[in-house]
């Protein structure tokens, strides 16, 4: 297991670039290593199936086999130095457990830790991992407002806050956001418009709303759903 480039690398760009590990190179741990290699986050990738590994070869900057659940195996890659760490085993829960336990006694900064159930969660949340994700439940919902209103993209930043994309309702075309009261009426807040230019520009009192506008919208998520169906 070679990672000594690597390691280089990361001593040459110093903050340059935050460096984070990814352990668990399944659907969800692949997509995300990808993404944030492709961002220009420095990115080690760590799984225990070869074919995996060989496929994100020149993907990540830097990808090996190694058996996270082994504390040599952890600390020969140096994880403890990364900025952050994801787990993302999934169909494991003991090595997801075994691994994130390892990576606290370890004293890693900052642990991200995907959970499939609630007590897989919990668990995690015992062992002092603040960061518990659950990928599949949280896009559930997701798609689950989709499917019910007219929104075309929905954000939920706390179980009564969301952000969601939508269409201008008919009601408020040709108006000045001033003049449509939206806040007051609806119980939610336009932050941004775009326009039959194409581009997003922040919405403001005097903004006017044209047929076919598309809205940024921030409220409750009942309320939020609501203005979007009057679409």
Do not use: C
């Not at 990928?135 to 969601?164: I, K, N, Q, W």
């Not at 922040?202 to 609501?226: F, H, M, N, Q, Y």
């Amino acid at each position: 297991m070679d990672s000594n480039t690597f390691f280089s690398r990361r001593r040459m760009r110093g903050n340059a670039a935050t460096s984070i590990a990814v352990i668990g190179l399944g659907r969800f741990g692949g997509a995300l290593a990808t993404e944030l290699a492709r961002s220009g986050s420095e990115v080690l990738g760590v799984d225990t199936d070869e074919d995996i590994v060989q496929s994100l070869n020149g993907v990540l900057t830097h990808v090996v086999r190694a058996d996270s659940t082994k504390q040599a195996a952890l600390e020969q890659l140096g994880i403890a130095e990364f900025d952050r760490v994801v787990v993302g085993i999934g169909s494991d829960i003991q090595a997801s457990i075994l691994t994130t336990s390892l990576l606290k006694r370890m004293g890693t900064r900052s642990i991200w830790a995907k959970a499939i159930n609630e007590q897989h969660g919990l668990i995690l949340e015992q062992l002092g991992i603040e960061h518990v994700v659950y990928p599949e439940a949280d896009m559930g919902r997701r798609v689950a407002h989709l499917v019910r209103g007219s929104m075309l993209d929905y954000v939920e930043f706390d179980r009564d806050l969301v952000v969601a994309k939508t269409v201008a309702p008919r009601e408020l075309v040709g108006q000045t956001l001033e003049q449509a009261a939206v806040r007051r009426r609806h119980g939610v807040t336009i932050v941004k418009i775009r326009q039959a230019d194409g581009q997003w520009h922040a919405a403001g009192a005097a903004s006017i709303v044209g047929e076919g506008d598309l809205l940024i919208v921030i409220g409750p998520v009942d309320k939020t759903e609501r203005f979007a169906s009057l679409a």
